[in-house]
């Protein structure tokens, strides 16, 4: 099996300039985001820029250092679409959580109904 | 796929001469293209330990996780007597507390889920069919399988160990729901949930490992010309089921570690403030209804892992026996994969009166009623398949039909606690006790039975006695019905579940005569399966020899180069494959299946389908 | 990796080529080693396990009625007498991303079959990876003086010490399990263990191959990748 790997070697490699260049934005992005809590920005301009500097350097290490930008579909797909189902479970908890604070804070807080 | 080759046409009797004849209508009509992988070489046990012991044969390993999986529902049985013997006579068992009856529900639970149905499923019937039905040598990773299997037998001594620990096992009902799980006063809430906490993860762990084979392989390892439409129903309902193992198991691992630290290190990840017995204890800001997501976001999946193979495996059953091909292949594979997709969405039907989001029943009911569509697809096509088909009423096929009635019973009294406003008032009622059995107890192991006695030929070389298996299935099946149909009426009546004796309420008075009726069907039940164990203890002595093929089947397992199959399952070459497995009957041929190894040189003058 | 070449078979771009690949004989994933494949189906039901831990922590911080920590504050470092705020994970988020780097760069040599730059950058991931789990338990201890437990602090809600340890905790030992097999891969590079057609492994028939060191690296850059979650949720939110 492990053989018929070496078709494959000739072609899979990649310039070392993708690599460093990959490696450089890496190093960027932490930077940047390291500044958002250097700055103390607050509210929604944090999140969306903690969010976005998040997701950018995961979808760098996925798409390059893990290959899945050269990967066939067939592969990538069957990694990403189990995400919705994580996506469902974030969404719904989000619901869930902020249930939860209300009904803690009308029966601890508030005191009730009663 | 069939860009390659253009086989798959219906070839209609072309010219008189080759009507009946055995020549090639055209040479490259056969062709299938060559082999992407080399052949996969095996490493061959030499002494008993490495043979039987610690054996990377993928079938071995079957017959482990299947033996071990058999002796846990044994004791899941017998816990199971004990219940009902406290319930319909209380007070007969001298020594049954109500402690003692809350452990025994709690493990019986348990066993029965996920050490069970699971590892019997997936662990025993996927580990001996999938390199079998796809074509592989084995595994792709034998060595992990073989310590897949080893794990599994460490959780099930670790949970077995619980029975034996100072204050037993754990008392706190299978779902494990916390506060009371870890409080004092519930039974076993010391050492017993403990050891159950940390089965469990090895379990996960264990079955990780054999999963991520059943998956590779499937998709992998199979030989030339095996399409993923062309592979049998068992192996789609077996994969299915292993993606949903890899992606709702880590939800019970991680609740399960969450859990573990509450206990051991005092955390608050599902703990609230508690005051017991007058006094506050160190707990306090958990939140229980967390345990409860991550538990069903792990739970529901887990009915589907223990239904869809189910549904692959007497989908195979039902063609192979009423010698016809399966009504809508495409339409099963489709629901099967739909059903385990959706299963994601639906997890919190089973806490409509948790108090958690109210919102959240609507939701949760729309997606519930949504997945009774590809089931109920599945229900018409079994239907279809034995329309007007050549029927062995024989004892694998009895078990078939016996599925089909049990699960379209559990599954409709599940459209109703899909429901919110109708479940409400039957949650913890004993109709959910009779919904679950139905749907997910009696319907699988109708299926198991029925597999055992389709395939023992292959495992062993011989036939089940057929007439012993008659009687097997109709204690068990008109057994099943006294047990779990009354109880959807106790349910009505509202007789609550989990309740260790209903002292002088009314229900008492009222369900007295049927909790007695049901506990006696239920020893007779029990008994019942013992006729099986007799069964196969007989056969390996006297056994009629079946011989190859003995059903005249049409996939790989049974076109092996020996019977039982060897270490490597295809001697010399790998088994090419021309066709899905389910050309029986087919108008034209010389006999009435045609092998899926068949070339179509040799039935072109036959109606076959297309795959 | 870029296609590869199979016989008899014309490989399709993009959906169209899924739709082939998937509906073909023998292999759904064209080219890719049973084993890669095993691995990355492993990391997305691992991607599930860690979704888990984290789901349930923004379950807990979002519904307390005690103040949560303010992470800025509670994981800074006082260097001459300045507070800098999360100085140590940013020096640890720049070790891991150090050696995620120079372990894709190792997967590149090991393809190219220089044995001797693989084998060195493996075992410099390995080291980086060691620094990474160092400073983690300095910080450990850091906190650990500062009072913070798993069932209480002195910063805010408990649930804050719990979730921290639990989380930095089981991913801290997704590295050091990591750190190990680099050690040990780093041997196997160095011993020549895939040259020449590959060495045999210890009860099975599987023969060696540099493909490992790419396997291994998805591992090694999925530890990194849930660091970024974890920085991001954990640290700065």
Redesign the interface.
């Given at each position: 099996m492990v053989k018929a790997e070496k078709k494959e070697q000739s072609a899979s490699t990649h310039k070392i300039g993708i690599y460093m260049w990959i490696w450089g934005l890496l190093f960027v992005l932490s930077f940047f985001s390291y500044m958002v809590d250097w700055y103390n920005f607050q509210g929604m301009l944090r999140w969306s820029l903690i969010l976005f500097f998040m997701f950018l350097k995961a979808g760098l290490i996925m798409a390059f250092f893990m290959h899945l930008f050269w990967e066939r579909y067939a592969l990538v797909n069957v990694l990403l679409w189990p995400m919705t189902a994580i996506a469902c479970f974030i969404f719904l908890m989000v619901a869930e959580f902020e249930y939860t604070l209300f009904s803690r804070a009308f029966y601890f807080v508030v005191g009730g109904g009663a | 796929m069939s860009d390659e080759y253009d086989n798959n046409k219906t070839y209609q009797a072309q010219s008189s001469e080759t009507m009946g004849g055995s020549a090639p209508a055209s040479p490259d009509m056969d062709y299938v293209r060559p082999a992407e992988i080399p052949d996969q070489e095996l490493y061959h046990g030499h002494s008993f330990i490495t043979k039987w012991v610690f054996c990377q044969d993928a079938k071995v390993i079957g017959v482990q996780y299947f033996l071990t999986a058999v002796f846990t529902g044994v004791v899941g049985l017998i816990l199971s007597w004990l219940m009902r013997l406290q319930l319909g006579f209380p007070g007969a068992a001298g020594f049954m507390t109500a402690e003692h009856y809350y452990q025994f529900v709690t493990m019986h639970g348990m066993i029965m889920v996920v050490y069970f149905l699971t590892a019997l499923f997936l662990g025993g019937f996927g580990n001996y069919l999938i390199p079998l039905m796809v074509g592989a040598r084995d595994m792709v990773f034998p060595y992990v399988n073989m310590i897949s299997f080893w794990m599994f037998f460490i959780a099930v001594a670790v949970l077995m160990a619980s029975f034996f620990v100072p204050g037993g096992p754990t008392g706190a009902g299978w779902t494990l729901y916390p506060p009371q799980t870890i409080l004092p006063g519930t039974p076993g809430a010391g050492m017993g949930i403990l050891l159950m906490l940390v089965s469990l993860s090895l379990f996960v762990i264990g079955f990780t490992m054999g999963g991520l084979n059943y998956l590779i392989t499937i998709l992998q390892a199979r030989t030339r010309g095996m399409t993923l439409m062309r592979m049998p129903l068992t192996v789609w309902g077996i994969f299915t089921a292993t993606v949903l193992a890899m992606l709702a198991f880590p939800a019970l691992l991680v609740s399960a570690i969450m859990m573990t630290l509450d206990k051991i290190l005092g955390t608050s990840f599902f703990m609230p403030t508690i005051i017991q017995a007058g006094e506050v204890l160190d707990y306090g800001g958990g939140s229980p209804i967390l345990f409860q997501h991550l538990f069903w976001f792990f739970g529901h999946p887990e009915v589907y892992i223990v239904a869809l193979p189910a549904f692959g495996i007497v989908s195979d059953l039902i063609s192979v026996h009423s010698r016809k091909n399966i009504f809508g292949y495409r339409m099963m594979v489709w629901a099967i994969v739909g059903i385990g997709a959706l299963s994601f969405f639906v997890w919190a039907h089973h806490m409509y009166v948790s108090g958690m989001n109210p919102w959240f029943g609507f939701f949760f009911a729309t997606t519930t009623l949504i997945i009774a569509v590809p089931t109920a697809m599945k229900v018409y096509n079994w239907i279809l398949t034995l329309w007007r088909g050549n029927i062995r009423l024989n004892t694998v096929m009895l078990w078939c039909l016996g599925f089909i009635v049990t699960f379209v019973n559990g599954g409709i009294t599940g459209i109703f606690l899909g429901n919110v406003s109708v479940d409400v008032p039957l949650s913890d009622t004993y109709f959910v006790i009779a919904h679950f059995h139905m749907v997910m107890g009696i319907a699988p192991l109708m299926v198991i039975m029925g597999a055992v006695y389709h395939w023992f030929p292959l495992v062993s070389g011989k036939f089940l006695d057929e007439k012993l298996g008659k009687w097997h299935f109709w204690f068990t099946f008109l057994g099943a019905y006294s047990i779990y149909f009354p109880m959807h009426y106790l349910g009505f009546i509202g007789v609550p579940r989990r309740y260790f004796e209903m002292y002088d309420s009314p229900y008492m008075t009222s369900a007295v005569g049927m909790n007695e009726f049901i506990s006696m069907a239920a020893f007779i039940v029990g008994a019942a399966q013992f006729i099986l164990i007799y069964n196969i203890i007989k056969t390996l002595k006297v056994g009629k020899k079946a011989g190859h093929n003995p059903w005249k089947a049409n996939s790989l397992e049974w076109l092996t180069s020996t019977v039982p199959p060897e270490h490597g399952n295809f001697g010399e070459r790998l088994p090419v494959v021309h066709r899905w497995p389910y050309d029986f009957s087919v108008p034209g041929a010389k006999e009435d299946y045609i092998t899926q190894t068949t070339p179509p040189s040799e039935v072109v003058h036959t109606e076959v389908e297309k795959t | 990796?870029?296609?590869?070449?199979?016989?008899?078979?014309q490989?399709k771009p993009?959906?169209r080529?899924?739709a082939?690949?998937?509906?073909?004989?023998?292999?759904?994933?064209?080219?890719?080693?049973?084993?890669k494949?095993?691995m990355?189906?492993?990391l997305?039901?691992?991607?599930?396990?860690f979704?888990?831990?984290l789901?349930?922590y923004?379950?807990?911080?979002?519904?307390?009625?005690?103040d949560w920590p303010y992470p800025?504050e509670v994981f800074a470092l006082h260097v001459g007498g300045v507070s800098v705020?999360?100085l140590l994970i940013?020096i640890m988020?720049?070790v891991l991303?150090t050696s995620?780097?120079t372990?894709?760069?190792a997967v590149?040599y090991g393809?190219?079959k220089n044995r001797k730059m693989c084998g060195w950058l493996v075992l410099a991931t390995a080291l980086g990876g060691l620094t990474f789990v160092g400073m983690q338990a300095f910080e450990w201890s850091k906190l650990i003086e500062e009072g913070v437990r798993?069932?209480e602090n002195p910063f805010g809600?408990?649930?804050f010490?719990?979730?921290f340890f639990?989380i930095t905790g089981?991913h801290g030992t997704h590295v050091s399990i990591g750190v190990i097999f680099l050690f040990i891969y780093a041997y196997k590079v160095f011993a020549g263990h895939y040259e020449n057609?590959?060495k045999r492994g210890w009860?099975?028939?599987?023969?060696?191959?540099?493909?490992e060191i790419?396997i291994l690296?998805?591992y090694w850059?999925?530890v990194?990748?849930v660091w970024?979650?974890i920085?991001?949720f954990f640290?700065?939110?």
């Open positions: - | - | 990796m870029s296609d590869p070449k199979i016989e008899g078979l490989l993009g959906f080529g899924m082939d690949d998937t509906g073909s004989d023998q292999t759904m994933f064209k080219g890719v080693h049973w084993g494949a095993m990355w189906i492993f997305l039901s691992d991607t599930f396990v979704s888990c831990f789901i349930s923004m379950k807990g911080r979002g519904s307390t009625l005690v800025s705020p999360l940013a988020t720049f991303i995620s780097g372990m894709a760069l590149k393809y190219e798993p069932w809600a408990a649930q010490g719990s979730f639990m089981f057609g590959g009860f099975t028939t599987m023969k060696g191959d540099y493909v790419e690296g998805l850059h999925f990194d990748l970024v979650f920085f991001a640290y700065l939110w």
